[in-house]
């Protein structure tokens, strides 16, 4: 039982373990079994905690980190790109230069290695949700567009992975991909 419950319940209670024992004995369970039962549990939690992230769904933080690190990239190429023009208009050509720097950026990366410069660092990359294979080059440039809005709508997408089971952004849900660890 105490087996079950740690596969099928995130949020396990080990203060449970009392009551699950008084259960079994009242089922006629010797209490040298169930201590045996609750040895095992705590290998078996080892166990599980210590195993790789390969592939499970990223965490809010190291994606929080990602992506200061993506926007400081493309905010650093868009603005040296408006500021080495000279023009009256330079807001005009940073907004420009910033949209066309942050597509490209995303289209690159997330086409040809699957992962951002900040991703790499944190051990992501972006895969397709269902089939859990590398995103294609187009979804690179649909995902850069994505972020765009993502960051015109101040990152509220981002916000939205705190609640969810899978741990999806605005931008994951509408171009059907997931950021997961690759190692």
């Known amino acids: 039982l ?5 596969f ?27 201590i045996v039962c609750e040895n095992s549990y705590g290998a078996l939690k080892a166990k599980i905690e210590n195993q790789p992230k390969l592939n499970r769904p990223a965490d809010f933080w190291p994606r929080c980190f990602n992506y200061l690190i993506d926007h400081f990239i493309c905010y650093g190429i868009a603005s040296l790109i408006a500021f080495s023009v000279p023009l009256n208009d330079r807001e005009g050509l940073y907004y420009g230069s910033a949209f066309v ?16 410069l900040g991703m790499l660092i944190f ?33 509220i997408g981002h916000l939205i992975m705190l609640g969810d089971k899978n741990k999806q952004t605005l931008v994951d849900k509408a171009t059907n991909t997931s950021v997961v660890y690759s190692k």
Do not use: C, H, W
């Open 123 to 155: 051990g992501l990359t972006v895969v397709d949700t269902k089939s859990k294979k590398p995103i294609s080059f187009l979804m690179g440039i649909v995902r850069g567009i994505f972020m765009i809005l993502n960051f015109l709508t101040l990152q």
């Open 8 to 34: 099928t319940q995130d949020d396990y209670d080990p203060a449970v373990i009392p009551i699950i024992e008084e259960i079994l004995i009242e089922r006629g369970v010797p209490k040298e079994d169930i």
């Open 101 to 116: 720097v942050y597509v490209s950026y995303y289209t690159i990366f997330l086409g040809i290695f699957n992962s951002t």
């Open 2 to 6: 105490i087996d079950i419950l740690s």
